[in-house]
C-alpha cells in the first residue's frame, strides 16, 4: 500500500473516533446534570483509575499496541474534558508555570482546566481551603530527596482532604532552538538539574560551556527560548509553554528519580475501589507505651502501615510530637472504623484514596 492510502485509512479511523468522543461526550453532559441534581462530586479518581485497569486488560486480551501507561496518558485528557464539560474546575499548584508540579496537575486534569500557579504551598492550601479554588496539586515527597516538610506541616493544621496522589518520574529535556548542538555556547537550568544531569552534559559539551543557574527550569525555558546559543534542561511542559524544541529526553543520569504528588480539595471523600489508601494525624500523648499501643490496633486488625512521620506539635515549652500515618485500606472499612472508633479524639481523618505507589 502506498503512503497516501494509509493516511486515508488513518482519516477514516480519525472521524470514527471524533463521533465516538462526541458520542462520549453527550453521555458525559447526561451524567454532569445529574450529578449537580443530586450535588455529588464530579472528580472520581477511582472510577477513573477502575477504566484504565479495565482498558489495560482488554487491551492485553486483544494483543493490543497500547500499554497501560499509552492508555492512562490518552484516557486521563478524555476524562479531564469530559470534566470539564461537567463542571469548569479551578486547579492551584505550586508554581511557576511549567514546573514539575504544574506538570502533575496537567497530566491529571488536562490542558483545558485553569490552572492558577502560586509561589508557595501555603498559599495552595489557602486558596483550597477557603474555596477559591476546588482542588490543589503540591509535592508530598521525592524518593531521593524525601519528604517536603511544609506539606506535612499544613496538612496537620489545615481543614482540607487528600484526594488523590499522583506519582510522576521526574524526567529532564534538553531545549533550544539549536538542532546543531555546537552552536549552543549556554545552558540555562537550576542547580540541582545540572548535577542529575551531570553525564549528559560531559558527553554531549566541551567543557567551555556556559552552565547558568536560575531559579527554576521554567526560567531557564524561557530564557533559552529568547536568546541566540543559549539551552536549556527543563521539564517537557517547559518546553511546552514557551514553544522551545525539544532536542533530547531523558537525559537525567539515573532513571530512578519520582516525586509523589497530592492533590487535595475542601470536603471530599471517596469512594472506595479496593485498593486503597488511608492518611491520617494521630495526636498521641506522651506517656510511656502511648505509641506503641496505638500501632498495635493496627497490627491485630491486620492493616499494614506504609509509613508513619513525626511532626513537631508546635505547642508552647512543649516537645511533642504529632504522627502523620498512611495505612493500606479506606477508612469506611469495618476494621478500619474499629480503630478510629477506639481512637476517635486522637485521630484526624486526612482522606482515603486510589493507591497508586
Known amino acids: 500500500m502506498d503512503l497516501l492510502s494509509l493516511r486515508n485509512q488513518i482519516d477514516a479511523i480519525d472521524n470514527q ?77 505550586l508554581g511557576p508555570e511549567g514546573s514539575y508540579t504544574h506538570q502533575a496537575a496537567e497530566n491529571r486534569f488536562g490542558a483545558m482546566s485553569e490552572y492558577i500557579p502560586l509561589k508557595t504551598i501555603k498559599s495552595v492550601f489557602d486558596n483550597v481551603e477557603t474555596e477559591r479554588v476546588r482542588f490543589g496539586v503540591v509535592p508530598i515527597e521525592n524518593n531521593q530527596e524525601g519528604t517536603v516538610a511544609e506539606t506535612i506541616d499544613q496538612l496537620c493544621y489545615r481543614d482540607v482532604k487528600i484526594v488523590a496522589e499522583l506519582p510522576l518520574s521526574i524526567s529532564f529535556s534538553l531545549a533550544s532552538n539549536h538542532d546543531d548542538l555546537t552552536k549552543i ?40 527560548a ?77 492493616i499494614n502501615l506504609t509509613k508513619i512521620e513525626s511532626r513537631p506539635a508546635k505547642m508552647k515549652d512543649n516537645f511533642n510530637y504529632w504522627f502523620v500515618i498512611d495505612f493500606d485500606g479506606h477508612y469506611k472499612d469495618d476494621k478500619v472504623q474499629d480503630v478510629m472508633r477506639v481512637y476517635k479524639d486522637t485521630i484526624t481523618f486526612l482522606g482515603s484514596y486510589v493507591k497508586m505507589v
Open 17 to 93: 473516533l471524533l463521533r465516538l468522543l462526541n458520542e462520549r461526550m453527550n453521555v458525559v453532559k447526561n451524567v454532569g446534570e445529574l450529578k449537580k441534581h443530586e450535588k455529588s462530586v464530579i472528580y472520581r479518581p477511582e472510577r477513573e483509575k477502575s477504566i484504565i485497569d479495565r482498558l489495560t486488560v482488554l487491551s492485553q486480551d486483544d494483543k493490543g499496541t497500547l500499554n497501560h501507561s499509552a492508555i492512562e496518558a490518552i484516557f486521563l485528557e478524555i476524562f479531564a474534558v469530559s470534566r470539564n464539560l461537567e463542571l469548569p474546575e479551578k486547579v492551584a499548584f
Open 185 to 224: 555556547k549556554k545552558i540555562y537550568s537550576k542547580d540541582i538539574a545540572f548535577r542529575q544531569c551531570r553525564n549528559f552534559i560531559e558527553d554531549y559539551f566541551d567543557e567551555d560551556i556556559r552552565l547558568i543557574q536560575v531559579s527554576s527550569t521554567s526560567r531557564a525555558a524561557e530564557m533559552a
Open 226 to 302: 529568547n536568546e541566540e546559543g543559549a539551552a536549556a534542561i527543563c521539564s517537557h511542559i517547559a518546553a511546552k509553554l514557551f514553544q522551545l524544541p525539544i532536542r533530547y529526553n531523558n537525559i537525567e543520569d539515573s532513571q530512578d528519580n519520582t516525586t509523589r504528588f497530592l492533590i487535595i480539595a475542601k470536603d471530599f471523600i471517596n469512594q472506595t475501589s479496593g485498593k486503597d489508601k488511608t492518611s491520617i494525624l494521630a495526636k498521641i500523648g506522651n506517656h510511656p507505651g502511648d505509641l506503641a499501643n496505638f500501632l498495635e490496633e493496627f497490627r491485630q486488625r491486620d
